[in-house]
């Protein structure tokens, strides 16, 4: 079993940028930005570089996370279960593919930071210059922390995240390089005798949150959060900007906002379950599903939530899904 780290980290990284550019209310319907208190009225996050991507032979260079791809989304051609996928890796390993001998199945932070959440079908930035992307399910190397059987992965169709049995066919696309702005996912349990989650990115230092007052920043992403994790009780999409909006007139000390997909999933950790919180977090009432300010982009009239108990990442119908609300703010 891993740790975090051996101690405090010193290298702090904000969450990726959605990508999201467009603002719709419940109905799915585009609407003006401003005062909307939506993703794309903020557009918190690492921006992306122009261009992102970058063909080197049979690779693609990630410039936004620094990670190196294989231009084909799909090198073993067929699905595979979770463990058979490592044989493929040894073998790319072993004939250099690419000029590398670095290739890993990716983790959830890694194969999730390439989810445009301004695309769909599959939900890549438009202009990405990889081989055929399917709209299927792609494993990660990231292991369910509430099941060692299982592992988790993104669906390119519209950008979910949800565990799937091992035993289960799923897509493999292989990464390599290291990227110095993505988190570790806190992953610390695995099977020794397979290749796994190597915590890869900024480590996770042994004590992430600092309380001040009635909020806590976390350190590693600079955000602020209010302590207790639950504003207003389960309330549909729009009902949870309005409580945000409301309570910015009553706390002019931060500008409070609904945090978008990134800044929510940013704030979990791997290695724990219900919640999928670092497991000395100081955050009070936790619950199960919380909205995010972005809208899927498969559906306009749906959002991303957090399923924060799992860590998975889904969506939610902006008219009828109680889910709660999580006010974050710059720190």
């Not at 800044?263 to 955050?283: C, G, K, N, Y």
């Not at 972005?294 to 109680?322: C, H, I, N, Q, R």
Request: with cysteine; hydrophobic share 35%; glycine share 10%.
């Amino acid at each position: 079993m891993t740790e975090h780290s051996t101690g405090e980290s010193n290298k702090t990284t904000i969450p990726l940028a959605t990508g999201q550019t467009i603002c719709t209310n419940e109905s799915g319907n585009t609407i003006p930005c401003e005062g909307s208190g939506q993703d794309a009225e903020f557009m918190k996050g690492l921006k992306w570089p122009a261009p992102r991507f970058e063909i080197q032979g049979e690779t693609v260079i990630d410039h936004l996370t620094g990670l190196i791809w294989s231009k084909d989304s799909n090198p073993a051609q067929f699905p595979l279960p979770w463990y058979e996928c490592f044989g493929f890796i040894d073998e790319m390993n072993r004939t250099k593919f690419g000029g590398r001998n670095d290739w890993r199945m990716p983790d959830r932070h890694e194969l999730h930071s390439l989810i445009s959440f301004n695309d769909r079908k599959p939900a890549i930035a438009a202009d990405h210059p990889f081989g055929k992307v399917f709209l299927a399910w792609y494993w990660t190397s990231t292991s369910y922390a509430g099941g060692l059987n299982h592992a988790w992965r993104v669906h390119l169709e519209g950008g979910r995240m949800f565990f799937g049995a091992k035993t289960e066919y799923s897509l493999l696309w292989p990464v390599s390089g290291k990227s110095e702005v993505l988190l570790a996912t806190g992953q610390t349990e695995h099977h020794e005798e397979q290749n796994r989650d190597m915590q890869n990115g900024v480590s996770l230092p042994d004590s992430r949150f600092r309380q001040e007052g009635d909020t806590v920043i976390d350190t590693m992403t600079g955000l602020r959060w209010l302590k207790k994790a639950d504003l207003c009780g389960p309330v549909s999409w729009a009902e949870g900007l309005e409580k945000i909006a409301s309570l910015n007139v009553s706390d002019a000390d931060h500008n409070w906002r609904m945090p978008n997909i990134r800044e929510l999933e940013s704030i979990t950790d791997a290695s724990q379950t219900f919640p999928a919180l670092s497991e000395d977090h100081p955050f009070t009432d936790t619950g199960e599903v919380y909205w995010s300010s972005t809208s899927s982009s498969f559906e306009y009239d749906w959002a991303m939530a957090l399923y924060l108990g799992k860590g998975a990442v889904g969506v939610g119908f902006k008219k009828g899904d109680p889910f709660l609300v999580w006010p974050v703010a710059d720190g």
